[in-house]
Protein backbone atom coordinates (compact mmCIF):
# COMPACT_ATOMS: atom_id res chain seq x y z
CA UNK A 1 0.00 0.00 0.00
CA UNK A 2 3.04 2.33 -0.24
CA UNK A 3 2.42 3.47 -3.21
CA UNK A 4 -1.08 4.33 -2.78
CA UNK A 5 -2.43 8.09 -2.89
CA UNK A 6 -2.83 9.71 0.54
CA UNK A 7 -4.99 12.45 1.81
CA UNK A 8 -5.62 13.99 4.77
CA UNK A 9 -9.85 14.95 5.23
CA UNK A 10 -12.02 15.53 7.86
CA UNK A 11 -14.22 12.69 5.79
CA UNK A 12 -15.29 11.19 2.56
CA UNK A 13 -18.49 12.46 0.85
CA UNK A 14 -20.17 9.58 -1.29
CA UNK A 15 -23.19 9.89 -3.93
CA UNK A 16 -24.42 7.57 -5.99
CA UNK A 17 -25.30 7.20 -9.83
CA UNK A 18 -25.77 10.49 -11.01
CA UNK A 19 -26.45 9.46 -15.01
CA UNK A 20 -25.67 12.43 -16.33
CA UNK A 21 -26.74 12.61 -19.96
CA UNK A 22 -27.23 14.95 -23.03
CA UNK A 23 -30.73 13.80 -23.66
CA UNK A 24 -33.77 12.78 -20.73
CA UNK A 25 -33.07 9.39 -20.26
CA UNK A 26 -36.13 7.08 -18.93
CA UNK A 27 -39.37 9.28 -18.11
CA UNK A 28 -37.17 12.61 -17.28
CA UNK A 29 -38.12 15.71 -18.99
CA UNK A 30 -35.80 18.62 -20.84
CA UNK A 31 -33.46 20.53 -18.16
CA UNK A 32 -32.38 16.95 -16.70
CA UNK A 33 -28.89 17.63 -18.05
CA UNK A 34 -27.94 20.65 -16.35
CA UNK A 35 -30.59 19.60 -13.27
CA UNK A 36 -28.21 16.99 -12.66
CA UNK A 37 -25.09 18.86 -13.27
CA UNK A 38 -26.30 21.03 -10.34
CA UNK A 39 -26.90 18.63 -8.55
CA UNK A 40 -22.93 16.86 -8.82
CA UNK A 41 -22.01 20.69 -8.58
CA UNK A 42 -23.59 20.92 -4.77
CA UNK A 43 -22.51 17.34 -3.41
CA UNK A 44 -18.88 18.88 -4.97
CA UNK A 45 -18.80 22.32 -3.47
CA UNK A 46 -20.46 20.52 0.12
CA UNK A 47 -17.28 18.28 0.40
CA UNK A 48 -15.07 20.90 -0.54
CA UNK A 49 -16.89 23.44 2.68
CA UNK A 50 -17.11 20.26 4.95
CA UNK A 51 -13.46 19.62 3.98
CA UNK A 52 -14.23 15.77 2.59
CA UNK A 53 -12.82 13.50 0.26
CA UNK A 54 -15.72 13.18 -2.91
CA UNK A 55 -16.55 9.35 -4.18
CA UNK A 56 -18.36 9.06 -7.16
CA UNK A 57 -20.12 5.58 -6.73
CA UNK A 58 -20.50 4.53 -10.33
CA UNK A 59 -22.94 5.50 -12.92
CA UNK A 60 -21.60 8.96 -13.57
CA UNK A 61 -23.32 8.81 -17.19
CA UNK A 62 -26.24 7.47 -18.21
CA UNK A 63 -25.10 6.48 -21.54
CA UNK A 64 -21.54 5.35 -21.97
CA UNK A 65 -20.29 7.61 -24.82
CA UNK A 66 -21.15 9.56 -27.35
CA UNK A 67 -22.40 12.18 -24.94
CA UNK A 68 -22.22 15.95 -26.26
CA UNK A 69 -18.69 17.80 -25.93
CA UNK A 70 -20.42 20.54 -24.43
CA UNK A 71 -21.16 17.93 -21.32
CA UNK A 72 -18.01 16.70 -21.23
CA UNK A 73 -16.39 20.22 -21.37
CA UNK A 74 -19.23 21.33 -18.39
CA UNK A 75 -17.84 17.90 -16.32
CA UNK A 76 -14.50 18.63 -16.32
CA UNK A 77 -14.48 22.33 -15.68
CA UNK A 78 -16.72 21.52 -12.36
CA UNK A 79 -14.69 18.07 -11.88
CA UNK A 80 -10.97 20.22 -12.10
CA UNK A 81 -10.79 21.95 -8.97
CA UNK A 82 -12.48 18.65 -6.99
CA UNK A 83 -11.18 15.65 -8.59
CA UNK A 84 -13.29 13.29 -7.58
CA UNK A 85 -12.28 9.65 -7.04
CA UNK A 86 -15.13 7.55 -9.46
CA UNK A 87 -16.37 4.37 -9.32
CA UNK A 88 -17.29 2.64 -12.64
CA UNK A 89 -20.49 1.49 -13.03
CA UNK A 90 -22.30 -0.60 -15.41
CA UNK A 91 -23.77 2.20 -17.13
CA UNK A 92 -20.29 3.90 -18.11
CA UNK A 93 -18.96 1.06 -19.39
CA UNK A 94 -19.58 0.41 -23.40
CA UNK A 95 -20.31 -3.48 -24.16
CA UNK A 96 -19.37 -4.14 -20.34
CA UNK A 97 -15.94 -2.99 -20.83
CA UNK A 98 -13.88 0.23 -20.16
CA UNK A 99 -12.10 1.32 -23.20
CA UNK A 100 -11.07 4.73 -24.47
CA UNK A 101 -13.98 5.64 -26.45
CA UNK A 102 -16.10 6.03 -23.17
CA UNK A 103 -16.93 9.16 -21.66
CA UNK A 104 -15.55 8.64 -18.23
CA UNK A 105 -12.07 8.01 -20.25
CA UNK A 106 -11.93 11.55 -21.20
CA UNK A 107 -12.44 12.81 -18.05
CA UNK A 108 -9.40 10.51 -16.87
CA UNK A 109 -7.06 11.84 -19.70
CA UNK A 110 -8.11 15.58 -19.18
CA UNK A 111 -6.74 14.68 -15.50
CA UNK A 112 -9.86 15.96 -13.85
CA UNK A 113 -10.79 12.03 -12.25
CA UNK A 114 -9.17 9.75 -9.85
CA UNK A 115 -11.13 6.83 -11.54
CA UNK A 116 -11.28 3.67 -9.57
CA UNK A 117 -11.68 1.50 -12.50
CA UNK A 118 -9.74 -1.23 -11.07
CA UNK A 119 -10.62 -3.46 -7.51
CA UNK A 120 -8.71 -3.30 -4.78
CA UNK A 121 -7.26 -0.67 -2.29
CA UNK A 122 -7.51 2.83 -4.04
CA UNK A 123 -6.34 5.44 -1.35
CA UNK A 124 -5.11 5.85 2.61
CA UNK A 125 -6.69 8.99 4.03
CA UNK A 126 -6.14 10.57 7.36
CA UNK A 127 -8.76 11.57 8.88
CA UNK A 128 -8.43 13.07 12.54
CA UNK A 129 -6.54 10.37 14.71
CA UNK A 130 -7.77 7.79 12.22
CA UNK A 131 -5.92 6.09 8.89
CA UNK A 132 -9.14 4.70 6.51
CA UNK A 133 -8.25 2.73 3.77
CA UNK A 134 -10.39 3.11 0.87
CA UNK A 135 -11.12 0.16 -1.26
CA UNK A 136 -13.30 -0.70 -4.48
CA UNK A 137 -15.07 -3.61 -6.50
CA UNK A 138 -16.15 -1.75 -9.47
CA UNK A 139 -19.09 -3.14 -11.81
CA UNK A 140 -18.88 -6.65 -12.38
CA UNK A 141 -15.37 -7.19 -10.72
CA UNK A 142 -15.88 -9.41 -7.27
CA UNK A 143 -15.99 -7.74 -3.65
CA UNK A 144 -12.99 -9.45 -1.98
CA UNK A 145 -13.26 -12.73 0.71
CA UNK A 146 -11.16 -10.67 3.33
CA UNK A 147 -9.19 -7.51 3.39
CA UNK A 148 -5.69 -6.91 5.28
CA UNK A 149 -6.05 -3.19 6.88
CA UNK A 150 -2.22 -3.00 6.88
CA UNK A 151 -2.64 -1.07 9.93
CA UNK A 152 -5.53 0.56 8.85
CA UNK A 153 -7.82 1.37 11.51
CA UNK A 154 -11.26 1.57 9.32
CA UNK A 155 -11.48 -0.21 6.01
CA UNK A 156 -14.09 1.58 3.67
CA UNK A 157 -14.99 -0.59 0.11
CA UNK A 158 -16.87 1.26 -2.52
CA UNK A 159 -18.65 -1.31 -4.74
CA UNK A 160 -21.36 -1.04 -7.58
CA UNK A 161 -23.47 -4.37 -7.16
CA UNK A 162 -27.16 -5.74 -6.98
CA UNK A 163 -26.81 -6.37 -3.05
CA UNK A 164 -29.54 -8.06 -1.40
CA UNK A 165 -30.57 -5.15 0.43
CA UNK A 166 -34.09 -5.36 2.21
CA UNK A 167 -36.00 -3.88 -0.24
CA UNK A 168 -34.10 -6.54 -2.64
CA UNK A 169 -33.57 -9.43 -1.37
CA UNK A 170 -33.65 -11.23 -5.02
CA UNK A 171 -30.44 -9.85 -5.54
CA UNK A 172 -27.41 -11.68 -5.89
CA UNK A 173 -25.01 -10.06 -3.84
CA UNK A 174 -25.72 -11.18 -0.09
CA UNK A 175 -24.58 -8.71 2.65
CA UNK A 176 -22.40 -10.93 4.93
CA UNK A 177 -18.88 -10.75 7.18
CA UNK A 178 -15.80 -9.67 4.97
CA UNK A 179 -13.47 -9.90 7.70
CA UNK A 180 -11.13 -6.56 7.59
CA UNK A 181 -13.79 -4.55 6.10
CA UNK A 182 -16.14 -1.80 8.34
CA UNK A 183 -18.01 -0.71 5.53
CA UNK A 184 -19.43 -1.94 2.31
CA UNK A 185 -20.85 1.95 0.70
CA UNK A 186 -22.42 0.50 -1.90
CA UNK A 187 -24.34 2.73 -5.34
CA UNK A 188 -26.44 0.90 -8.39
CA UNK A 189 -29.34 0.74 -6.18
CA UNK A 190 -31.60 3.73 -6.77
CA UNK A 191 -33.63 3.78 -3.50
CA UNK A 192 -31.79 4.31 -0.48
CA UNK A 193 -31.65 1.14 1.81
CA UNK A 194 -31.27 0.62 5.39
CA UNK A 195 -27.91 0.39 7.06
CA UNK A 196 -27.51 -4.11 7.24
CA UNK A 197 -24.80 -5.31 10.10
CA UNK A 198 -23.52 -8.72 9.40
CA UNK A 199 -20.34 -9.09 12.36
CA UNK A 200 -17.93 -6.22 11.96
CA UNK A 201 -18.93 -4.90 8.27
CA UNK A 202 -21.72 -2.95 7.87
CA UNK A 203 -23.33 -2.56 4.34
CA UNK A 204 -25.07 0.57 3.32
CA UNK A 205 -26.59 2.39 0.43
CA UNK A 206 -27.72 5.66 0.12
CA UNK A 207 -29.57 5.76 -3.51
CA UNK A 208 -29.28 7.60 -6.53
CA UNK A 209 -29.01 11.40 -6.98
CA UNK A 210 -31.08 10.89 -9.78
CA UNK A 211 -34.70 9.94 -10.25
CA UNK A 212 -35.65 8.46 -13.50
CA UNK A 213 -39.11 7.57 -13.24
CA UNK A 214 -42.43 9.09 -12.21
CA UNK A 215 -43.54 6.41 -10.09
CA UNK A 216 -44.63 7.52 -6.62
CA UNK A 217 -41.80 5.97 -5.00
CA UNK A 218 -39.43 7.58 -6.40
CA UNK A 219 -41.46 11.25 -6.42
CA UNK A 220 -41.05 11.12 -2.65
CA UNK A 221 -37.72 10.30 -2.92
CA UNK A 222 -35.33 13.22 -1.50
CA UNK A 223 -31.99 12.90 -2.90
CA UNK A 224 -29.07 12.13 -0.64
CA UNK A 225 -25.50 11.78 -0.22
CA UNK A 226 -23.97 10.13 2.23
CA UNK A 227 -20.89 11.25 4.87
CA UNK A 228 -18.78 8.83 6.82
CA UNK A 229 -16.51 10.34 9.60
CA UNK A 230 -15.03 8.67 12.87
CA UNK A 231 -18.28 9.26 14.08
CA UNK A 232 -19.65 6.68 11.98
CA UNK A 233 -17.79 4.50 13.93
CA UNK A 234 -19.44 4.77 17.52
CA UNK A 235 -23.32 5.61 15.72
CA UNK A 236 -23.31 2.83 12.89
CA UNK A 237 -24.87 5.00 10.44
CA UNK A 238 -24.03 7.18 7.70
CA UNK A 239 -24.61 10.57 8.52
CA UNK A 240 -27.05 11.69 5.17
CA UNK A 241 -26.99 15.51 3.52
CA UNK A 242 -30.09 16.39 1.71
CA UNK A 243 -29.18 17.40 -2.12
CA UNK A 244 -30.73 20.33 -3.03
CA UNK A 245 -33.44 19.59 -5.48
Known sequence: MTDLPRFQAKGIFFFADPHLAGSPPGQ????????????????????????????????????????????????IELFRPHCPLVLVGNHDKYQARLTSDVSLAVLDAAGVTRLMADPGPQA???VDEATVLLGASPDMSPLPQEVDPQGADVVIWASHHNIGFPDYLDKPVKPREIPGVDWVINGHIHQPQPTVIHGMTRWANPGSLARMTFS????ERIPQAAIWTPACQDSGELKAWTVPH
Not at 33 to 43: E, H
Open 124 to 126: LLK
Open 28 to 75: RLPGFAQQMLDKVAACLEKARELDMIPVILGDLFHLPRDNPNSLLVSL
Open 216 to 219: HRVK
